[in-house]
């Protein structure tokens, strides 16, 4: 087999920055140096980098993690794109991971380094192939060419939709009310649960998306038409629900510990979520962790690629659009995931 050999690199990329933190209008396309990668790094032409509400946390200095940008900063975590090169010690060939070919990935927990640029410099380990769709998974039998549109926002919302479903130790017949079934790490969490075995889900939702939410499995409780407490009080004949998984947190989190049922659980998806109100009334409560792995990473890809999870891109944002992409995502009514297209 020929392994291509590394393209010529351009001395410069456009980048999304921001050089102060603030509203939408902060974020820029600068002109950088194009990176090089490090040892053990991998060098990726980015085609799509996915849009998560901890960007436009980061970018007004919301999230105490904004404390660990260096301004000007890139923002982003996740992306899909193609291999141009790799920085010492890195095997290519022994990775799978040719000059070329198509990968998908996400930024480690202490690295800030962001996406969303035409170039970046990832560690080889936080990267994973990217596989073609099947035909459950809208593609055609046989494809051999990959659509690095939902790969570009799969990284982030998988790795935390595996980890939440985990931590909620879901067993055969459990209840489990999602909020925020909808939204791009929903969609993944609902059928994970069915899968799991779990009895009955709810999930909440905007009216207009509640025909997707019963499409991945779960009974959508519109809450712009109805109060989801009042729901869940009714189905459940006043007994609640043994798991609560809240993507949403600020609203939503205090109210539904009123929800569970004995020994019920509740995982939270935002990192800095107060936790004290549950464990004060000793009801088993966490916060998921993540971390890219390639291991990881494969799996995601696999289950992306059979079907097993969906990823819905709503919108495909050219990078210009990027401050758009932040409106939205502050708006809290996203339905699926938002990419940006470099």
Known sequence: ????????????????????????????????????????EILVRVAYAGLNPLDHKLRDGSSAKASQLELPAILGRELSGTVLAAGEGVDLGALGLAVGSPVFGMRGADDWRGTDAEIVA?????????????????????????DLVPYGGLALAGLTARAAV?????????TVLVHGGSGGVGQIIVPLLVAAGAGRVWATGRS?????????????????????????????????????????????????????APDGRIVVLPTLADLTPATERGIEAHIPAISPTREVLDELARDLASGRIPLEVSAVLPLTEIARGHELLEDGHTRGKIVLAL
């Open 208 to 260: 207009e998306n509640a025909l997707r939410i019963a499409e991945l499995g779960a009974t959508p409780i519109p809450y712009d038409d109805a109060d989801w407490r009042e729901v869940i009080r009714e189905s459940t004949d006043g007994k609640g629900v043994d798991v609560v998984i809240d993507t949403h947190y600020f609203s939503t989190f205090l109210p539904s510990l009123d929800l569970l």
């Open 166 to 174: 985990e931590l909620a130790h879901v067993a055969p017949g459990d």
């Open 122 to 146: 990832i560690p080889a380990a936080h990267l994973a192939p990217a596989l073609p769709l099947g035909p459950r998974a809208g593609g055609t039998p046989g494809a051999t060419t990959v």
């Open 1 to 40: 087999m020929t392994i291509p050999a590394a393209p010529e690199l351009p001395g410069t990329i456009r980048a999304a920055r921001i050089h102060a933190f603030g509203g939408p209008e902060v974020l820029r396309i600068d002109t950088v140096p194009t990176p090089l990668p490090a040892p053990g």
